[in-house]
């Protein structure tokens, strides 16, 4: 067979993995809690505007969002909450984001691409304060 084939045929795969990858990479700590279900409350928190992360907590992970387009309106918010509820943390805390250069297209319909974000996941004791 001829490379293009095989050219073309890695490219397909390439881009039908891209398209089935999880939104988010995920590493856990060492610290087993219990998952949320999906209707608790997770607080989301940018560090650029309250660089401070509450004393009774405990860290449960980190995640970074992929800006590959698969969180709604380009935003990784609901991205970061559903990860933070499957460790059980309901504090999210966003480090840092960037957007990534949008790549023209050919298509009628063009999807936003997700702004890449770096989040810290804790178990925070709100003290019954919702």
Known sequence: MKP???FAIA???YVLASCTSAPYSLVKS???ESPLDSNAIVRVVYASDIPVIPQNSTYLGIAETEG???CPEGHPEKVLIDAARSVGANFVFIKRFTIPNEI???SRFFVPPCIIATADFYRVDFGGAK
């Open 68 to 70: 590959s387009g698969n």
């Open 4 to 6: 293009v084939f095989y």
């Open 104 to 106: 023209p297209t050919m």
């Open 30 to 32: 060492r610290n087993q």
């Open 11 to 13: 490219t397909c795969l």
